[in-house]
Structure formats: C-alpha cells, structure tokens
C-alpha cells in the first residue's frame, strides 16, 4: 500500500521522534523510498530587506541550505532501512505549502510528521506547519504527537 513515504523534518528532535514509526512502516508495508525533507522559507524577513544586502542574503540561504543539507545527511546516517532508498531533498518556500505540493508532485503515498502539540495561544501565534499539511495534501498524512503529550490539549 505505501510505497513512497515522505518524512518532513524541521531540524528539531522533536520532528525525528517519527523516525521509529517510519522504520515500523517501511519494513512492515515493504515501502520501497523514504524522503527525508526539510523545507527552508528564504530569508526574506522585513529586518533583513531593510538592512542586508542582496549579495548577504544570499549568503544566508546559501548557509541555511549547506546547514539544512548536512542535518539531512546525518539524520540519514541514522536510519536503518534494509532495501529501502533513502532519499534526502531540500526545498525552498512556505514549509507546509511547498511540502504539501512536493508529495503531490512526487506520487508519495505517505507523509509522517511529528506534531508539537502547540495549543491556545501559542499555536495561534506560531501556527501548526503540520496541520496546514494535514489540509492541504492531497495524500494521507500520519501526524504523530511528540513525547511528553498531554491528554486534552
């Protein structure tokens, strides 16, 4: 049934407590491809347009990939997955927009992601990259509640 799963990862140990799950799945559905993914909005913050040159804001994607890249990379090292690829992707724009879009266009079957469990104000605030996904994919998404959950929130 999953052939293709899609693991969106923030940098965050909180967003790699699915990585057990994912190795459950994969191996227990015989998934073939796990995409590790970690979506970077550009740093185009009214602080940096007012003060940072073009050519440094460059410079501060370039880092935030390189940095996004190696987390990727090491993440990767980590997961043992007899017979399933792993794949690791970067991509740029709004995290669950851009997430959301790439499962579509990549025919993933599953996206696992971990949720924080933000509520009240902090989830109005911050808002909940991994609720914007669950209503905006078009494939099934798995949402996982970080340790240390509370029941009711």
């Known amino acids: 049934m999953y052939k293709k799963i899609l ?25 073939k491809n796990v995409i590790l993914v970690r ?14 040159s073009d050519e440094q804001r460059k410079e501060a994607d370039e880092r935030a990939e390189r940095a996004a890249r190696e987390y990727l990379d090491q993440v990767a090292s ?14 740029t724009g709004s995290p669950a927009e851009s997430i959301a879009e790439y499962a579509t266009k990549n025919d993933t079957d599953l996206i696992i992601i971990s949720t924080h469990g933000r509520s009240g104000i902090s989830r109005w605030v911050w808002g ?26």
């Open 7 to 31: 693991v969106p990862l923030d940098g965050s140990e909180l967003a790699e407590c699915v990585l057990p799950h994912v190795e459950s799945i994969a191996k227990g559905c015989g998934v």
């Open 78 to 91: 980590r997961i043992k997955l007899d017979g399933v690829q792993v794949q690791k992707q970067f991509i």
């Open 128 to 153: 909940s990259v991994a609720d914007r996904i669950l209503r905006s994919a078009c494939v099934p998404v798995l949402m996982v509640r970080a340790p240390g959950c509370v029941p009711n929130i």
């Open 39 to 52: 979506a970077l909005e550009p740093y185009m913050s009214s602080y940096a347009q007012i003060y940072l």
